[in-house]
Nanobody, 114 residues
C-alpha cells in the first residue's frame, strides 16, 4: 500500500522555523522526484519546492533562501526546512511523489501567527 505521511507541522511565531518530514512507503522512493506544495486558506495549491532523484532542487521564487528541500533515500524521507516564516506561510503543506505514478500525502497544517 502506497503511503506518504507528512509530519512536523504546527504553530510557529513569525520569524520562526519548522522542519517538515514526509516518509514514503509502498514504492521505490529513490526513483521518484519529490515535491512540497502548500494550500493557503482561500487560495490555490502552489508548488513550494522540488528535488529530483539526482538531488537537483528548485524553489518558488518567493521562498528562495528561506526554504530548503532535501531527501534521504535510505530513510525514504523528504524534508522541508522552513526558516524566517511569515504569516502568509500559513497553509496545509503536502508532499508529492512523481515518476511512473503520482502520489500525494494527506498534508500537515502549518500556522504562522503570534
Amino acid at each position: 500500500q502506497v503511503q506518504l505521511v507528512e509530519s512536523g507541522g504546527g504553530l510557529v511565531q513569525p520569524g520562526g522555523s519548522l522542519r517538515l518530514s514526509c516518509t514514503a512507503s509502498g514504492f521505490t522512493f529513490s526513483n521518484y522526484a519529490m515535491s512540497w506544495y502548500r494550500r493557503a486558506p482561500g487560495k490555490e495549491r502552489e508548488l513550494v519546492a522540488t528535488i529530483t532523484t539526482g538531488g537537483r532542487t528548485n524553489y518558488a521564487d518567493s521562498l528562495k533562501g528561506r526554504f530548503t528541500i532535501s531527501r534521504v533515500n535510505a530513510e525514504n524521507t523528504v524534508y522541508l526546512q522552513m526558516n524566517s516564516l511569515k504569516p502568509e506561510g500559513t497553509a496545509v503543506y503536502y508532499c508529492k511523489a512523481v515518476w511512473l505514478h503520482t502520489f500525494w500525502g494527506q498534508g500537515t497544517q502549518v500556522t504562522v501567527s503570534s
